[in-house]
């Protein structure tokens, strides 16, 4: 009997026997491999011709054999890079692992190096994923048009949708996050850069040709989703927040990350930069609307007097106010730089306030004249106001649910709006209704047949 048993299960039981719970791929090794590595050795972009997203491309390994000889660790190739034995060490370009995650490694290794991927769990990279088959709208999380206004990027579910601005589906953009919270076209709209991932497994910051339809970078720093992502003017830099609380800041042309910031006491849901492009202003679940310098990370100061958890912000297309809201219902613009010293309670800063919103804002929107300020709420409430006597202009009726992303077409003629509902709405500025279509191809269900008994 015990001579059909398994060494590395044997280390196994003993390990437990003695109060140490054996390592899990799926749990422990895997995180690991999706937070730090994938990002090199996917489908799309596997190097060295390793592929790190399942268990099956890890033990088969690249150029170098084998990753990993169960129950021995000081022959697997993975322990000598992730050691700095064999050079380059690995993650490539980024901080080693601490001890304790390649102990990880080296214990998993020791104890039978077996796989507990439960069924269906297992990351799917997007080369490998079939293309995502609707039978209803899929919630829209984020979109964005492209400068010239020929493109309306919208999110899907493990994909970008991009449609023409009539609603005509052109092309699927698949990738490795199952939900996409922020999308960004470069000035010469041919990038377009989104940000997303899994709840509590990674986030993912995806670089995209517009034109030849192909990723460049997949990106995955976190092990929970990313948001807000946000292009520098002049395109070269990309700023997301995270449900980690950090900030963080990557040059779109390397893939690298080349900053984090951890000035936030909660998750981070959005992004903007200054008009040249030296400072960053992000918004919390901490109620701070705070004023960052891109080139140190260096926080400057809350831009606003805090009040309630805020989830949306925008800058003005010409100058560097921040229109923001959040949980109080209320928008409200703000100016970032601050016209006296900072006091107790000052809100010097603040030149116009709203009138609020039904429900908490979930998204926001400045027109390319900065004229016109949109917002929206999780009842499906949209309105837009005048920005400069803050009246209301237009309420956006017709959407079910919660609205997600709101944003003015560059011609700044229509509001385009999303959410719960998987709808996309276009709106003209008085707030009737010009068009409504789904981005998303929508399947017919089949029906179902009934089994007759004979």
């Not at 809201?325 to 730089?337: E, I, K, N, T």
């Not at 929206?376 to 309420?395: F, H, M, N, P, Q």
Request: glycine letters at 10%; hydrophobic letters at 40%.
């Amino acid at each position: 009997m015990w001579r059909s048993i398994s060494v590395g299960v044997c280390l196994a039981v003993c390990a437990s026997l003695w109060g140490q719970a054996p390592v899990s791929f799926h749990k422990d090794i895997q995180p690991i491999l999706s937070k730090q590595c994938t990002g090199c050795h996917m489908p799309s972009s596997k190097q060295s011709d390793l592929l790190l997203t399942d268990y099956a491309g890890f033990r088969t390994g690249g150029r170098k054999g084998a990753s990993f000889a169960a129950g021995k660790p000081d022959e697997s190739v993975v322990l000598s890079y992730l050691t700095g034995v064999t050079k380059p060490q690995m993650p490539f370009g980024g901080k080693p692992l601490p001890d304790d995650q390649i102990e990880l490694f080296r214990r998993w290794i020791r104890e039978g190096a077996r796989d507990d991927t439960p069924a269906g769990a297992a990351v799917v990279a997007p080369a490998e994923r079939k293309p995502v088959s609707y039978t209803a709208p899929p919630l829209v999380t984020a979109m964005a048009f492209s400068p010239d206004g020929r493109w309306l990027a919208v999110s899907g579910y493990h994909e970008i949708l991009l449609a023409d601005a009539e609603g005509k589906l052109a092309a699927r953009l698949p990738g490795l996050s199952q939900r996409i919270h922020g999308l960004a076209f470069s000035p010469d709209g041919a990038t377009l850069v989104a940000v997303g991932g899994d709840p509590a497994r990674f986030g993912e910051v995806q670089v995209w040709d517009v034109a030849a339809r192909k990723q460049r970078h997949s990106i995955v720093v976190s092990n929970d989703t990313m948001f807000g992502g946000s292009l520098s003017p002049d395109g070269k830099l990309v700023a997301t927040g995270a449900a980690d609380k950090s900030i963080r800041i990557f040059d779109v042309v390397s893939g690298k990350e080349i900053r984090r910031m951890d000035h936030h006491e909660d998750w981070v849901f959005g992004t903007v930069f200054g008009i040249d492009g030296k400072r960053l202003v992000t918004v919390g679940r901490d109620r701070a609307a705070k004023l960052t310098e891109v080139e140190t990370g260096r926080f400057i100061e809350n831009v606003n007097l805090l009040r309630e958890p805020l989830s949306a912000i925008a800058r003005h297309p010409k100058k560097d106010w921040v229109i923001i809201g959040g949980f109080d219902r209320h928008p409200y613009l703000y100016r970032m730089d601050r016209p006296r010293a900072m006091r107790i309670a000052d809100d010097s800063t603040l030149i116009q306030k709203f009138p609020p919103l039904d429900a908490t804002i979930l998204a926001v929107a400045i027109s390319p004249d900065g004229t016109r300020i949109a917002a929206a709420g999780e009842t499906g409430d949209v309105r837009i106001y005048d920005a400069e006597s803050g009246k209301l202009v237009a309420r956006c009726g017709g959407h079910s649910g919660g609205i997600y992303a709101v944003q003015f077409h560059p011609n700044g003629t229509m509001l385009a709006t999303g959410g719960f509902d998987g709808s996309i709405r276009f709106y003209d500025m008085g707030g009737k209704l010009a068009r409504s279509f789904v981005a998303a191809p929508i399947e017919k269900a089949q029906p179902k047949t009934l089994a007759v008994r004979k």
